[in-house]
């Protein structure tokens, strides 16, 4: 328990800039919802005069902006990236922090399995991961009741919400696992950038071409948030899928660091 | 009893050598020094006795526990010194120790007081804040609050003043008067010759010899430096159990291991003005099998 703590110390002031990071993108947004739901016969009416492979690349074909959870849907994927980025972020640098900051040896010198620093750090992830949806949850239902009358599906809302802790967890297990795969990481957040935006890129792609296999590779792809305000339901195919590539990724994180020299300093 | 017992143990770093086949014991309660030059293996050979990386071959004991499967247990009674010390910058002093404590359900909290009184260690300032001898110094207190069987320091003495060396000396004197184990990792030997009771040389990866201090001191080597009337021959020395010879026209001096009336014999040859045998230092000692095993 005492790792676990010590990182949630360590982690707790950053979590709370990415949180407050996310909600500021949020309201920028939704500040401008009003105008754009207003003239959405205007906007939609542009956005059709877009080639239709951009429209779908950007996942504009089946939102509607004048709706609050269309719109909602659409800026949601700049939360999702935000957020993405952050889980990504805290997987990479859990584990790996303590060997750039060259402190690996004095953690690992404890009596303590190396079973049991993982789990405490995947924990202390999780928890953070959980405590920044809980925080956005309720800063985001604040934000979207203050700045729209339109009433719309609370249940819906909580399940768009919810798709980003999923897509979160998905990217910390590949952070997590990346962690310990590569030999010496330098730095964090260009890798994590790389890679987050990489996975989206995949999802433009994935989104123009239609009837591609690309969604089963990019989490962006599992949680598709027009399908989630039509049918108020995630997929239970991707839903599977993100759970075994979560599980996965955590499992070889467990093996792969049992076994690994760690470097000298 | 052997607390360390070290079998055969071999590291590779890929295809670079870390340690071949070293196999040595360390006694419960004596104060094992294990020397070598910057590159030779020390570390590694420590690194894998706490598992921090995993042997290639061979096996480690501690207590008769294995280090790999059991090391968890095992380090429990091990209090750990390494030769570069990193802690988390921004806690405090006393947080990371406090930290560190609380890794070992024995640790005695008061100790870290009195362990940082004894070496002069601030507790309030941020470790980020400290110089390399702090640091140190708050690696000496994180290494000894537990009271550990074992202590292992690996060239523990960089950065610490002359005076904070002698402190550090008689605090680990006083863990091994109440009977804890200590292995000596070092390069520089007057420490060693300072505190250790037995020696372990270790070269390119591979221990060379396990000796009484006292034997490499006192019995075997001594040091001659001779100054003849006429010039000497480069080769008159030349004979078995003289090293790191060297002649310059009428002076010689040399280390000689065996039987010294044979220097007497040779020396009866020739007229010699001065004469001086002395007692070789463990430096002079250590070149010597350097030179010797290369």
Redesign the interface.
Known sequence: M?IYF?ELK?YARSLLYWTFGMLLTLILFMLMFPAISQDAALMNQLISKFPPELTRALGLTTLDLSMVLGFYGYLFLFILLIGSVYAMKSGMSVLSEEIR??????L??????RNAIVTAKIMSVLSLLVLQTVIYIIGAFIVVNLTTNQIFDKTTFLLINLSLLLVQLFFAALGLLLSVIIRKIKSVLPITLGIVFGFYVLQMLNQSLTDSNLAYITPFAYFDISKIVATGAYESTYLIIDTIMILGFTVLTYIIYN?K??P?? | MNVIEISKLTKFYGKSRGIVDVSFNVEEGEIFGFIGPNGAGKSTTIRTLLSLIYPTSGSAKILGKDCIKEGQEIRQYIGYLPSEVFYYDNMKVIDLLKYSASFYPNANKNRIYELAKIMDLDLNRKIEDLSYGNKKKVGIVQGLLHSPKLIILDEPTGGLDPLMQNRFFELIHEENRKGTTVLFSSHILSEVQKICTRVGIIKEGKMIRVEDIKTLEHTNYKKFKIEMQEAIPDEYFNMTGVSNLEVNEKAATFIFNGDINKIVEKLYERKVINLIVEEPSLEEIFLHYYEKEA
């Open positions: 005492n010590q360590m900051a060259k402190t690996a040896d004095f690992l010198s404890k009596p303590i399995s076994k020299d760690m000298s300093i």
